[in-house]
Every structure is written in C-alpha cells, then in structure tokens.
Nanobody, 129 residues
Framework: QVHLVESGGDLVQPGGSLRLSCVLSGFTMDYYAIAWFRQAPGKAREGVSC????????YYADSVKGRFTTSRDTDLHTRYLQMDNLQPEDPATYYCAARPWYCYSSKLDSGSVGGYDYWGQGTQVTVSS
C-alpha cells in the first residue's frame, strides 16, 4: 500500500530556511513522479515543484524558483524540499504527492492537483517575525 508522510514544517522567520521530508513506502521511488503542493487558508492548492521518476524532469513554480530545491535520499526512501529565503507568501500546509513516472504537468497550477494519485497528510509551514 502506498504511503507518503511529510514532516519538517515549522515556524521560521522571513529569510529563514526549512527542509521538508516526504517518506515514501509501498512503491519504488524511481518509478514515480513526486510533487510538492501547498495550500494556504482560503486559497486553492497550488503546485510548488515536481520531479519525475528516475529524476526525469524537474519543475518549479515561478514563485519559488531559485529559493526551493528538491532532492532525494534513495536509501531512506525520502524526497526533500529545501526551502530557502522563505517569504511571507510562503506559509501554507505543504503536501507531497505521487503519480507513476512523469509529472502531470510542468505548469504546477491548481489544475494539476487531480493528476496525482497519492497524497500525504501535509505539514504546516509558518513564516513570521
């Protein structure tokens, strides 16, 4: 059975950094695209990044390019989202999601939410001074 479990959310000051983790179980990481989404209160869920199976294709939303980076630890079955220079527009619940092989779309907009088959429960990121 496929499971994704996020962790790493916290309260951080503007300009600070966090690393989110998504632990994967029940499937082989290389065969699945892993995306990160976020949802702030009252707003639609939006894509942040996606990396394809076997690291085939990596995409970032324009709002996070140059600040967020996705990586992996195959031995730990974990995908990471490194978030640097966090801004007041970044607070949200962050989710990781999976689908076979390829990212659903490079656009990472709210329309791509339905393209992912498996979701974690989310982890809360707060940015405040």
């Amino acid at each position: 059975q496929v499971h994704l479990v996020e962790s790493g959310g916290d309260l951080v000051q503007p300009g600070g950094s966090l690393r989110l983790s998504c632990v994967l179980s029940g499937f082989t990481m290389d065969y699945y695209a892993i995306a990160w989404f976020r949802q702030a209160p009252g707003k639609a869920r939006e894509g942040v990044s996606c990396i394809g199976g076997s690291d085939n294709g990596t995409y970032y939303a324009d709002s996070v390019k140059g600040r967020f980076t996705t990586s992996r630890d195959t031995d730990l079955h974990t995908r990471y989202l490194q978030m640097d220079n966090l801004q007041p527009e970044d607070p949200a619940t962050y989710y990781c999601a999976a689908r076979p092989w390829y990212c659903y779309s490079s656009k990472l907009d709210s329309g791509s939410v339905g393209g992912y088959d498996y979701w974690g429960q989310g982890t809360q990121v707060t940015v405040s001074s």
